[in-house]
């Protein structure tokens, strides 16, 4: 592709400094790439909801669906957490997803070496942390109907439900199988069918699509069980495709084992458009501050340039550029832990500013 019509939605708390940084690594390399950039920017989140009344206007979702990605920053913050759930900052997004479609979401979770030590984790379980969790997007859980609170105050009933039809099942089935294609060939799927009737579908329907895929291992493991796994053996997962909040937990653990969870990016697919954020979320107590770290945007620069632009090859040295500055000992403060010897503690700005220059240097 030569040609990027990009949208851009900051949103809020750390959202706009670090999208700001990362949209630098993007239009450094598409420029070194003759790749001609549109960008257009919106606000949303908690910002479209002072400005317009709704965290994600209809325009901006119509817009959303028509350009080749949306990069997004981070929405919520403490100030709406009095407004009504449906008018959420979050729901935004959700709105979001939805609409685009983008059904997979991709959230790698690589260890790069010179974090080791600040993983959580005792440095040989560290060393071993590459995987990839896809994540069930836009059904599930988070979807579901009914829902609501409804009742007499006192006698109140909260309501969600989990649901998948075997379409839903389906077709993120076979993103995850393609994906482990690519990798070590080892998909494992998690579910919960040993309490949830809908798991029990989402196992069977997977058992099925195995037989398309004879050269991928399918394994399947109860969502608690992995939770466990993935910090007494990391090792043994390659590719995992889960319903959309197991997801959205054990990526967050997946996080933490990479010695941050500022440092993730994650990519969501549909059939086509695409939607590129940090799995971070705004984290309003260091927005403003120069804190955050912006590597996590950046890295989902990278995986724009890898599904939207079919450039693996930019993508790879934008991780190779990310991979130099943390082995040069340049630290936010959320990597700030284990041994600092040696190791230099920068603003946000600053760590960007480092990953432009190895980029920089061609
Ligand atoms: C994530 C976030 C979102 C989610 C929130 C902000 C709605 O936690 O992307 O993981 O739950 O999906
Ligand atoms: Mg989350």
């Known amino acids: 592709m030569t040609e990027l019509d990009i949208l851009v939605v900051a949103g809020d708390g750390i959202g706009p400094e670090v999208t700001a940084e990362a949209l ?15 960008l257009e920017h919106q606000v949303f989140g908690g910002a479209s909801i002072d400005h317009h009344g709704v965290p994600a206007t209809e325009a901006l979702l119509e817009r959303a669906t028509e350009v080749d990605a949306v990069l997004l920053g981070a929405v919520g913050g403490p100030k709406w957490d009095g407004v009504a759930a449906d008018k959420r900052p979050e729901k935004g997004l959700l709105n979001l997803r939805s609409r685009m479609g983008v059904y997979a979401n991709l ?29 069930e997007l836009i059904g599930g859980l988070y979807f579901g109907e009914p829902r609501g609170i409804s009742g007499e105050p006192g006698k109140q009933v909260g309501i969600n439900t989990l649901t998948y039809s075997e379409d839903e099942i389906r077709r993120i089935g076979k993103r995850a199988f ?11 799927s998690i579910d919960k069918a040993n309490v949830l009737e809908c798991m029990v ?10 037989k398309d895929y004879p050269d991928v291992a399918l394994s399947h493991m109860y ?53 590129y954020e940090p ?58 832990r284990g041994d600092s010897t040696g190791k230099k503690l920068v603003s946000t700005r600053e760590m960007a500013d480092a990953v432009v220059n190895k980029l920089s240097l061609r």
């Open 178 to 188: 393609e994906i482990a294609q690519q990798r070590q060939k080892k998909l494992c």
């Open 24 to 38: 630098r690594v993007l239009e450094l390399v598409a420029k070194q790439a003759d790749i001609a950039l549109r």
């Open 279 to 336: 799995i971070h979320g705004s984290a309003p107590d260091i927005a403003a501050q120069s804190k955050a770290n912006p590597l996590a945007a950046i890295l989902s620069v990278a995986m724009l340039f890898e599904h939207t632009a079919k450039r693996a090859d930019l993508s790879r040295r934008i991780e190779a550029a990310v991979a130099g500055v943390l082995a040069d000992g340049l630290r936010t403060g959320d990597l700030m």
């Open 223 to 275: 969502v608690d069980n992995c939770s466990m796994q993935l910090v007494l053996n990391p090792g043994q997962f390659d590719v995992m495709v889960c319903e959309n909040m197991f997801g959205d937990i054990i990526s967050d653990e997946a996080g933490a084992t990479t010695g941050s969870i500022g440092l993730l990016p994650s990519a969501s697919l549909g059939d086509k458009g695409a939607l």
């Open 107 to 135: 959230r790698p979770a690589k260890i790069f070496p010179s974090l080791v030590d600040a993983s959580p984790l005792r440095r040989d379980l560290a060393e071993q942390v590459d995987y990839v969790v896809v994540r």
């Open 201 to 210: 579908l989402w196992r069977r329907t997977m058992e099925t699509l195995a």
